[in-house]
């Protein structure tokens, strides 16, 4: 396994990182978590070297917190990092009139410590932060942030962070507004989304760690690409996928959600590789994907423009479906998509016209969507 500095943190961090959103449930009832299933995925995690757990206040109604307090119980406290988050961009914050979020902050940071049983947390973060949560309720004085800073100086967590989902802009703000407090971001980062870059150079430059969520696209890099293996000669592309996102010297640690032992023994290979993606191998991808998205010119950015459309049909869904094939050779996947929209697919199109002339990015609608499905149809 590889490890990594968590920015600034002093933490020394797995490569890869065990994301604890989707532990496995029991058989009889698909909602309620198997706590012996779970305990036994992270003593294996840990064997194979994985140190860093990423849960949270809202997983499976605090029962993915109860199952690291159980772990926590079996092994010597400092031999792993613990992230949680607190739930600021859930509706107990945002509806008006509600408690005040500071006391509300620190209530449910309580509840959180109870559940796992312990007395510190390693990285709590605040946990799908917008620009706007962060400006109005984070922010505010005594608020949250003022709350996370007090239990900071008690020792109740030790580090304090955010995830976020915003756009690149809207987190180089929050960074700007937090003034040094944000030692840690959780963001979304894969070979089919690589808007983050900046933000994980700038995290980089200021010793902020990153945790990245979703490094295999939430599944969709699980699907074969041949033009990626074939690219940088690697076994799978969830292997390219985990080696592209480590290659990033910017990123500390790529979680997985992880619920099955096969999953998780191929991610510990994929994150142990000696060598993240070369140069040349990364050079090959930027190759790969900008000349695929040249020849293919399909930039939609799914702006909804052209919506909707009177027949039905889903325009930019099907552009995505198209992309996947063609820019990232996920040709499994794409007809998947494609056959997932249904009567949304480009084969409903009665070429009405009303589309025309209405994409900013000057895309022929209804000539791409009969090579859509031409392509993507049986
Ligand atoms: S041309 Fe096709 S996609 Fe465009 S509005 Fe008409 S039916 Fe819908
Ligand atoms: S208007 Fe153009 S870019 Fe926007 S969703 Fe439609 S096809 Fe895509």
């Not at 109870?114 to 007395?119: A, I, K, L, Q, Y």
């Not at 099907?318 to 063609?326: C, D, G, Q, R």
């Amino acid at each position: 396994m590889q490890y990594r500095n968590l920015g600034h943190t002093g933490q020394k961090v797995s490569a890869l990182g065990f994301g604890c959103m989707r532990l496995p449930k029991t058989k009889d009832d698909p909602k309620q978590i198997d706590f012996d299933a779970s305990l036994a995925l992270f003593r294996r995690a840990v064997e194979l070297g994985v140190n860093y757990f990423d849960t949270a206040y809202l997983y499976d109604n605090g029962d993915s917190e109860r199952a690291i307090g159980k772990f926590l119980k079996e092994i010597n406290r400092s031999d792993i990092f613990i992230t949680t988050k607190n739930p600021v961009g859930h509706q107990w914050y945002q509806i008006p009139g509600d408690q005040p979020t500071g006391p509300l902050f620190r209530k449910c940071l309580e509840e959180e410590l109870e559940r796992m049983e312990t007395d510190t947390i390693d990285n709590y973060l605040f946990h799908d932060t917008q620009f706007l949560t962060f400006r109005i309720i984070v922010g505010a004085e005594g608020g949250p942030l003022d709350a996370a800073k007090k239990a900071k100086e008690e020792g109740l967590i030790r580090h304090i962070g955010i995830s976020c989902h915003d756009t690149p802009q809207n987190m180089m703000k929050i960074i700007d507004m937090a003034k040094g407090a944000i030692e840690l971001i959780i963001m979304q980062y894969n070979l089919l989304d690589r808007k983050n870059e900046p933000v994980i150079d700038r995290c980089r430059e200021e010793g902020i760690g990153v945790a990245i969520m979703g490094p295999v696209g939430g599944g969709k890099l699980i699907h074969p690409s041949p033009a990626y293996t074939e690219a940088v000669g690697a076994k799978s592309t969830p292997e390219v996928a985990l080696r592209f996102v480590l290659a990033n010297p910017g990123v500390s640690t790529a979680m997985s959600g992880m619920n099955e032992m096969a999953q998780l023994e191929e991610n510990a290979e994929a994150a142990s590789a000696t060598e993240p993606l070369s140069a040349d191998d990364l050079a090959a991808i930027d190759k790969l994907q900008k000349d695929n998205e040249a020849l293919l010119g399909l930039y939609c950015t799914a702006c909804g423009y052209c919506m909707p459309c009177s027949n039905g049909v889903d325009i930019p869904g099907n552009f995505a479906a198209m992309n996947f094939a063609k820019v990232h050779g996920l040709v499994d996947l794409a007809k998947q998509q494609y056959k997932r929209l249904g009567e949304k697919s480009a084969e409903h199109c009665v070429e009405c016209g009303e589309c025309a002339g209405k994409c900013p990015q000057h895309i022929e609608i209804q000539e791409r969507l009969k090579e859509v499905a031409a392509e993507l149809g049986e």
